[in-house]
């Protein structure tokens, strides 16, 4: 077996197909030998993780076969997936929010607790905790587990502020499915055309005062920095203070007199429209713009992208930073919520466009987060 793994590692750099290497992995597996699996992206890894920027061919090699193992039915594939993202030629923090990813609607969740008895990372555990959650599963009574999602030693790791079951607000997240060569997943960002618009002309739209500052910007925006960060989207996050309270009928007229980037343009000859949502869909469309990303990213995954999610609600309600989240959700369904669209030039309206928007239980500030992303 190690020459063959060698064999594979020596010729890697000059092959123009990697497909002959997928079927060795296919072949090997349905023989029952993970190990295989594992030390051949192990020894890749130690040989070329360091050129993965430029090198293709070891970029498809490895994700397969992470993918293979990961996806692939068997408490010996999962073993092995998990040896070698916890091994030291593979270790990194992406990498072990990309494998829980996989492995948490792959396998029994009985079979995944050898990632909290064997050799595996904080960082992997606390992300496969938090894909389990998003999945249903209760952690908390699970053997294998519950001790290490229980225990209090992992609370200083960002994910341990999120709670150990799925709330109201979140419903059954819509997620991402997974195979050995790929993935899907669903896009519930709003089109403009699907979107209701009214206004009454008599009602009064108060004075306003914007009140951003640095940290509400990236509060509110943190679902989708991905976006940004990652690919080429753009992304517009304000706060503003009203010196009376909105009302309903006035939303539209107040979004288009707050000099918005994004809506530039707006209510002229283009496209505007608005509409109320609910605050569960609002959770809905952050999580996905966080979790699967944007047109040239994949996104913080589930775990990282339920805390995205989380945080970017927090922002828009207007909730302090480090609030527990049921007081977080307790609040976001206290404010009025709307999404809107237009057809201006600062949207790309492709597919990832998003505009959402905060009015508190007073009615007295107004948050708001628009984004766009193209390929």
């Not at 498809?60 to 990961?70: A, G």
């Not at 294998?144 to 999602?149: D, E, F, H, L, Q």
């Not at 195979?179 to 709003?190: D, E, K, T, V």
């Not at 307790?330 to 492709?350: I, L």
Request: charged share 20%; aromatic share 8%; glycine share 10%.
């Amino acid at each position: 077996m190690a020459d063959g793994v060698q064999k594979i590692v020596t010729k890697l750099p000059g092959l123009k197909s990697v497909t002959g290497i997928w079927k060795t992995a296919d072949r090997s597996l349905a023989r029952g030998d993970a190990a295989f699996l594992a030390d051949l992206g192990i020894a890749l890894a130690g040989a070329y993780a360091s050129d993965a920027g430029r090198m293709w061919q070891y970029r498809s090699v490895f994700d397969y076969l992470l993918r293979l193992l990961s996806t692939t039915p068997g408490p010996g594939n999962v073993a092995a997936a998990l040896r070698l993202v916890s091994s030291s030629e593979a270790a990194d923090r992406k990498l072990d929010r990309y494998a829980a990813s996989l492995l948490a609607p792959s396998h029994p969740v009985e079979e995944l607790a050898v990632a909290f008895t064997g050799h595996a990372s904080e960082e992997l555990r606390a992300c496969l905790v938090h894909e389990l959650v998003l999945r249903g599963a209760d952690v908390t009574e699970t053997p294998g587990i519950a001790g290490w999602s229980t225990s209090p030693h992992w609370r200083h790791h960002p994910l341990g502020w999120l709670p150990l079951a799925l709330s109201d607000m979140e419903g059954q997240p819509d997620l991402p499915s997974y195979s050995a060569r790929g993935g899907s997943h669903s896009m519930p960002f709003g089109s403009p055309a699907n979107r209701e618009t009214w206004a009454d002309a008599g009602a009064l739209v108060p004075s306003v005062e914007e009140t951003t500052t640095e940290a509400a910007t990236k509060g509110i925006g943190t679902a989708v920095a991905n976006w940004a960060d990652e690919s080429n989207g753009r992304i517009e996050a304000r706060v503003f203070d009203l010196a009376a309270p909105l009302v309903t009928e006035s939303v539209p007229s107040m979004l288009l007199g707050l000099g918005l980037e994004c809506l530039k343009g707006a209510g002229k000859k283009t496209t505007f429209s608005v509409a109320a949502c609910p605050p569960d869909q609002v959770w809905r469309v952050l999580f996905a713009a966080a979790s699967t990303g944007g047109a040239y990213n994949s996104g913080a995954r589930g775990a990282y992208g339920r805390l995205a999610a989380w945080q970017s609600l927090a922002g828009l309600s207007g909730t302090a930073e480090g609030t527990p989240a049921e007081d977080v959700e307790a609040c976001a369904r206290k404010c009025a919520w709307y999404g809107f669209g237009a057809d201006t030039k600062w949207f790309e309206r492709v597919a990832w466009d998003i505009g959402l928007t905060s009015v508190s239980p007073g009615r007295r500030r107004l948050a708001v987060l628009a984004a766009t992303d193209t390929d």
